[in-house]
């Protein structure tokens, strides 16, 4: 029987195991973290490198281990690292060297040998009250569960990408940022930086990205420093700038005792809708991108993609239309002024969705199994409904987005994390 069984082997999951280590004192051997992936973090590995991110949005204190000191320690006394390695403002890490440290203090608390490949796919309990978890791989039988899921359930695919498998979303596992069958495309150049001067016979790839927040904007700039591409981004809004995605003031003191004190779910949802700042872009993202603008790499479309056409050629009726392998995109204008004359449409080598994650645990299939099994409650937003101490049902645990009833605007940002799991210390027994 395991006596931590930590569902989910991302930052959520890691940062947890090494709380309970460190913090709760209790000896790896009582710990083991569920994830399908070959190696942990391997979803946020994958996720900031579909984006092109080279600074985290957070400060480089909001790191991967129970001391906030530990990624500058660990920077001041590595070789290769230097004051490039960090960004105003609050001295955000590279993602180089975020993933550095990441790997140095997994290796050093030993969490990498805690790994079980897998997949939760249901829970029940066994007739002494321990959980019994069906994997993919067989069962678990655990004391305590610890759910760390994520954002919970998929990228958003609007409707009319539903069935066109060839408009990836950049977060979609599997997705490759590479241009090398879009057409030709220019050299490979560094990425962040602005194109170098291209040779005037390479014809280079247009891209189009469906979104307006930091995955769309660090994208298209990751697309014209690393391939020369030209892109367009197809948005709801002008591109709108935010230091955080939340507003920090719910760390902490100031503001996270006035959120919690409504015991009213849909106050809570209220405060959650208006203090997280999705769509929006840090200062350095927004300036490299008004940037590109200006030199005509990106342009930004406002509005709203209705459908998709394969693009044909071939002009008279007499010739047969061949498919030219790009994508007609019609875009509806984003005001009320929707007639059809208005509608806008885009030729582009390739199409790609930026649009974030469906929000709801009311939709992911082992919080749904394990909601209907124990009858575990969740608010008309489709969060799960967790006590004070993140206990969702007897001894079932939420860290991370999931548990944003409690934690609040931050809850799925490191820095919630790390306040979800100082709570669980807090109630867990060794
Ligand atoms: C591109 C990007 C950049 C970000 N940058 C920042 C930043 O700079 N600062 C910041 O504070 N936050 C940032 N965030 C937000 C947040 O910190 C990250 O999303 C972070 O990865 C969240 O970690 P997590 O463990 O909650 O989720 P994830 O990294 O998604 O990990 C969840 C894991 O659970 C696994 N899992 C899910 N279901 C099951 C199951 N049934 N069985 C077994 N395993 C399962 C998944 O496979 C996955 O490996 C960023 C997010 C993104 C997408």
Known sequence: MIKHLIIGGGIGGVLTAMYLQKRA????????????????????????????????????????????????????????????????????????????????????????????????????????????????????????LILSLGAGTQPVRPDWAESAAEVQHIYDPGFRSSLASAGQVGQVGQVGHAASARSPTTKTAHVAIVGGGIGAAQHACMLVGRYHATVSIIARHEPTMSVFDFNPCYVGPSCLPGFL?????????RVLEQERYPGTLPPDVYAELQALRESGSISWIRGEVSRIEPSHCGKSSSQVEKDTGQTTVFITPPYRDKKPQNEMRLVCDKLRLATGFTPGFNRNPLMRQISMEFNAPFEAGGAPIPGSTLEWLSRVFLVGRAAELEVGPPAGNIIGIHNAAKRLCSSVSV
Request: glycine share 6%; proline share 6%.
């Open 25 to 144: 004192g209790v000896p790896s051997r009582s710990i083991r973290i569920l994830d399908p992936h070959p190696t942990l973090l391997a979803r946020w590995h994958a996720n900031v490198e579909a984006c092109g991110m080279r600074y985290l949005r957070s400060s480089s204190s909001h790191v991967l281990d129970t001391d906030f000191r530990s990624l500058r320690s660990f920077a001041a006394r590595s070789p290769g690292f230097d004051k490039g390695d960090f960004t105003p403002p609050y001295r955000r890490p590279s993602v180089r060297l975020f993933r550095a440290h990441c790997e140095h203090i997994m290796q050093e608390c030993g969490v990498p040998e805690l790994h079980i490949k897998g997949t939760a796919q249901s829970l029940k309990r066994g007739r002494k009250g321990h959980l019994i978890l069906e994997t993919d791989k067989g069962a678990l039988e655990a004391k305590n």
């Open 261 to 269: 004190s409504s015991e009213d779910y849909r106050e809570r949802r």
